[in-house]
């Protein structure tokens, strides 16, 4: 083919595999800047409705699809030779995902878009995709991203962080005017950070809801990253990926804001409300992943979100309980 030829010809389509918000409006952020993209969600009627209306209505209501987004049902169509692939589902259901489409994203970059720990094993996404594709190449995508905010063309900066040689290749394919896209090397510590943030936003939550106060949900916040340090530390994570935008970036936005379903869900719990439903808070499970992986190690304020879902403690004893722990020394290493 001449160079002329493929200009004409383009680079194959991304494939984003998931139809929800995060999936959604990946693939409409791309899109937008021009990069031809196929979203693939497994329901057809559903996905039927997109194509006739071009939005997704369900999660980004009102928002127009860009031309260059082609939606489908159909796994073949969304996956293309060459071109990386967007896995857009919840932690709890990749496992499930990966083992039923094997053999179709066998060989492909897999760019891994959840934020969580797999209940019952305590493994994180690039782990799971493992067990189930062993030599499977991975990028993990994370940072402070509302759906909301990409669907309508607001700017924010993500961490692709891969061992992958092809990774400034990804990094170039997935940057476009409204996101800025840096290259990490640290996978295990993206995936920490982010699965970690939504733990430490529901306690947030939880101190709001409860009407303890702005400067109560700062000192939360702060000691909880001290948590997240010290946890993922421990697990080999790099500490500047944690002070990046995939751990301090992400933390910020999803502790701070009521447009995050796991702060949301905190609220609810300490206003004494009752939680929305059929909605994906990947910080509840992840809380029970690390409550059950880490028994007896010093982790109060994720411990303390475990107990409170479980309902073993309530939001008011919560905070008495944290607030009349030993003194001790500031630091996040012990
Ligand atoms: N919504 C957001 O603002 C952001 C979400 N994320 C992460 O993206 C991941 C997905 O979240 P959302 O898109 O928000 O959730 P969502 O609940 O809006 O969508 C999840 C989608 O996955 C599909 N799904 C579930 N199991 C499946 C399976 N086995 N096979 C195929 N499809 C399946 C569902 O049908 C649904 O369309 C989560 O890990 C979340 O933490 C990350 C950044 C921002
Ligand atoms: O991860 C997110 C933003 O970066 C989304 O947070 P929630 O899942 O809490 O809505």
Redesign the pocket.
């Known amino acids: 083919m001449t160079g002329t030829a493929q200009r004409r010809a383009g680079p194959p389509a991304i494939g984003v595999?998931?139809?929800?918000?995060?999936?959604?409006?990946l693939a409409m952020t791309l899109a937008a800047a021009g990069q031809p993209v196929v979203l693939w969600?497994?329901?057809a009627a559903r996905m039927a409705g997109m194509a006739a209306t071009r939005q997704n209505a369900a999660?980004l209501p009102g928002i127009r699809f860009p031309d260059t987004l082609t939606v489908s049902a159909a796994i073949p169509e969304a996956i293309r030779p060459g071109a990386p692939l967007l896995l857009?589902?919840?932690?709890q259901?990749l496992r499930?995902?990966v083992a039923?489409h094997r053999a179709a994203l066998q060989g492909h970059m897999l760019v891994l878009?959840?934020?969580?720990i797999e209940l019952g094993t305590g493994l994180l996404p690039s782990q799971v995709v493992a067990a189930e594709l062993p030599g499977a190449r991975v990028a993990v995508l994370?940072g402070p991203?509302?759906?909301?905010d990409?669907a309508i063309g607001k700017p924010t900066a993500l961490t692709l962080a891969t061992l992958d040689p092809a990774g400034p290749e990804v990094q170039d394919r997935l940057s476009t005017p409204a996101l800025r896209i840096y290259l990490g090397a640290d996978p295990l510590g993206a995936q920490l950070g982010?699965a970690l943030k939504?733990v430490i936003a529901i306690a947030a939550g939880v101190v709001m809801g409860a009407g303890l106060g702005e400067s109560a949900r700062a000192a939360l916040v702060t000691r909880g990253f001290a948590e997240l340090l010290r946890l993922a530390m421990a697990r080999g994570a790099r500490q500047d990926t944690l002070f990046g935008l995939s751990g301090f970036g992400d933390l910020m936005l999803t502790c701070f804001s009521a447009t995050s379903?796991n702060y949301s869900l905190g609220l609810a719990l300490g206003a004494g409300l009752p939680p929305a439903t059929g909605?994906?808070v990947?910080g509840a499970a992840t809380a029970r992943a690390v409550a059950a992986a880490t028994p007896g190690q010093d982790l109060p304020v994720l411990h303390m979100v475990a107990a409170l879902l479980r309902g073993d403690v309530a939001p008011a004893e919560a905070m008495g309980q944290l607030m009349s722990r030993p003194q001790k020394r500031e630091g996040w290493q012990d």
């Open positions: 595999l998931g139809a929800g918000a995060f999936g959604t409006a969600g497994r329901d999660h857009a589902v919840p932690t259901a499930g995902f039923e878009c959840c934020k969580g994370s991203s509302f759906a909301a990409l982010g939504n379903r909605v994906t990947e």
